[in-house]
């Protein structure tokens, strides 16, 4: 089985700032990957996929990129509507990372 | 606009069994992947189930490998997880989502249901 790891697992931040999670795979899984928002109470959200493609409607704040075992996501300035737990998912075997929650500093 | 209605959750005691629906409406069901994932909550998301258009190939996270059963009936646009020798581990908001890309099975998940809670407990 592909094992996601996901760091950090917890990011503080401010409004404003630049912001990136890793995401490593356990063996090569191409560019399949995806990155999802998640917020308490609601659906997730799909926001890249195929490592670097934005999902249509996401803000071009969100950016994603890697390829093989390495991946990450970018949010260049983050707003306040972007403090979420985000999760990647390798779609081979469609297993997820462990996730980051992003939380105010 | 994409809907998914996920219905069937509830208390079910340890060992029985439990059927989930997801109810799907404004695309063209028969020609998308769809699968079932979970979260426990306060913990993160389990991918637990797909089904290929036709139903003909289906796959499960190991955690739930023999013990549930992804079906589909294409002619309701509907979603099913049967589930049965039910956990307290299997304790979780069940999420129904259609895969991203029409007649793929290599495809993350686009569009999302609410989720229906499902407690294993005596």
């Known amino acids: 089985d592909i094992q996601m790891t996901q760091s950090p697992s917890t990011l503080s931040a401010s409004v404003g700032d630049r912001v990136t999670i890793t995401c490593r795979a356990s063996q090569s899984i191409s560019s399949w990957l995806a990155w999802y928002q998640l917020k308490p109470g609601k659906a997730p959200k799909l926001l890249i996929y195929k490592a670097s493609s934005l999902e249509t409607g996401v803000p071009s704040r969100f950016s994603g990129s890697g390829s093989g075992t390495e991946f990450t996501l970018t949010i260049s300035s983050l707003q306040p509507d972007d403090f979420a737990t985000y999760y990647c998912q390798q779609y081979d075997s469609w297993t997820f990372g462990q996730g980051t929650k992003v939380e105010i500093k | 606009e994409v809907q998914l209605l996920e219905s069937g959750g509830g208390l079910v005691q340890p060992g029985k069994s439990l059927r989930l629906s997801c109810a799907a409406s404004?695309?063209?069901?028969?020609?998308?992947?769809m699968s079932w994932v979970r979260q426990v909550p306060g913990k993160g998301l389990e991918w637990v189930s797909l089904?290929?258009?036709?139903?003909?190939?289906?796959y499960y996270a190991d955690s739930v490998k023999g013990r549930f059963t992804i079906s589909r009936d294409n002619s309701k646009n509907t979603l099913y997880l049967q589930m049965n020798r039910l956990r307290a581990e299997d304790t979780a908001v069940y999420y129904c989502?259609?895969?991203?890309?029409?007649?793929?099975?290599?495809?993350?998940?686009?569009?999302w249901g609410q989720g229906t809670l499902v407690t294993v407990s005596s």
């Open positions: 989502a259609k895969g991203h890309s029409s007649f793929a099975r290599v495809v993350p998940f686009d569009s």
């Open positions: 404004g695309f063209i069901f028969s020609n998308y992947a």
């Open positions: 089904i290929i258009l036709s139903g003909a190939s289906t």
